[in-house]
C-alpha cells in the first residue's frame, strides 16, 4: 500500500537515493570464492549482499526421488536471521519456499538436464544482507556460479526488477521504493536468447506501464549479463595467470 506522506521522486525526477528512474543499483559479482564447492559467486547489489554455492552433477538422494531421464536441479534460498534490521527466525518459511521452487524452475531451463540422468544439481544460495529484490540477486548470483562450476548450460539467468512508484516507471526498486510503491515486476532473462525464466508481479499495471516495465528490466538484464561475463572472466584470467607463473617457476 503508498503511503501518501511518503515521496520516493523528488521534484527533479531523481528517487531517494540519487538515481534516475533507469539507473540500477551498484553491482559487483565475484566468482569461485568457495574452494568446497563446484562452483560459487559473491554479488553484492545496493545494500544486498548474497553468496551462491552449486554442487554436482551428483548422485541423487533419497533414490526414489531421482528421475530416470534427467537431472533434477534443487535450488534452495535462505536469508540468514541477521540479514534485515528485526531479526529473522531461521530456517525455510513460505516465501523462502516460494522462492526456491521458482529459482529451480528457471534454472532448469537453462541446463542441459537430459545429460545427467538420476542426478541432483544442487543450488544454495544465501542473503548475508537483504535490501530489497534478493530474488533477482539471488537467480543472477546462482546463474554465475553455474557457469563457475562448468555444468553444460545454454546460457546465464540475468534478473532484474522494474515497478511503479508515485505514479511513475523505475528500474530495480530499492527497500522503501518496494514497500511503498504501487507495483513490482520481477524479470529473469535467458540474454543471449531473450527467453523469459521468471516473471511475477506484485501490484496493479497498465498494459502500456506492463510494456514499459518490461522494457526497463530486459535491458537492464542485459546490461546485467555483461557484468555476470566480466565476472568470470576476471576469474578464469586469474586462473591461467597463475597456471603461467608455475609453469615459468618449472622451466627456471
Known amino acids: 500500500m503508498v503511503d501518501e506522506d511518503i515521496k520516493l521522486i523528488g521534484k527533479d525526477g531523481i528517487r531517494r537515493d ?10 559487483t559479482i565475484e566468482a569461485g570464492v568457495l574452494k568446497r564447492a563446484d562452483g560459487s559467486a559473491y554479488l553484492e547489489w545496493g545494500e544486498n549482499k548474497v553468496l551462491a554455492a552449486v554442487y554436482g552433477p551428483r548422485e541423487m538422494h533419497p533414490r526414489h526421488a531421482q528421475n530416470p531421464s534427467r537431472a533434477v536441479v534443487q535450488a534452495r534460498y535462505n536469508m540468514a536471521a541477521f540479514s534485515v534490521p528485526d531479526r529473522k527466525r531461521p ?5 523462502s519456499v516460494e522462492i526456491s521452487k521458482i529459482m529451480s524452475e528457471a534454472l532448469e531451463e537453462i541446463i542441459f538436464v537430459e545429460q545427467f540422468p538420476r542426478s541432483s544439481v544442487d543450488v544454495f544460495v544465501e542473503v548475508l544482507e537483504a535490501s530489497a529484490g534478493t530474488r533477482c540477486a539471488a537467480l543472477t548470483a546462482a546463474s554465475v556460479a553455474l557457469a563457475d562450476a562448468g555444468i553444460p548450460m545454454s546460457d546465464m539467468i540475468s534478473s532484474c526488477a522494474a515497478g511503479k512508484i508515485d505514479g511513475q516507471i523505475v528500474l530495480d526498486l530499492g527497500k522503501k521504493e518496494d514497500n511503498f510503491g504501487e507495483a513490482d515486476v520481477p524479470l529473469g532473462m535467458v540474454t543471449s536468447s531473450g527467453k523469459i525464466t521468471l516473471l511475477q508481479m506484485d501490484g496493479n499495471l497498465t498494459l502500456d506501464e506492463y510494456k514499459k516495465v518490461m522494457e526497463l528490466a530486459m535491458n537492464a538484464c542485459r546490461e546485467i549479463y555483461q557484468i555476470q561475463r566480466e565476472a568470470l572472466k576476471k576469474r578464469y584470467s586469474t586462473s591461467l595467470e597463475g ?10
Not at 18 to 27: A, M, S, T
Request: proline share 8%; glycine share 8%.
Open 243 to 252: 597456471y603461467e607463473d608455475i609453469e615459468d617457476t618449472e622451466e627456471e
Open 91 to 95: 530456517g525455510p518459511d513460505r516465501r
Open 18 to 27: 540519487g538515481r534516475k528512474f533507469d539507473e540500477l543499483r551498484p553491482i
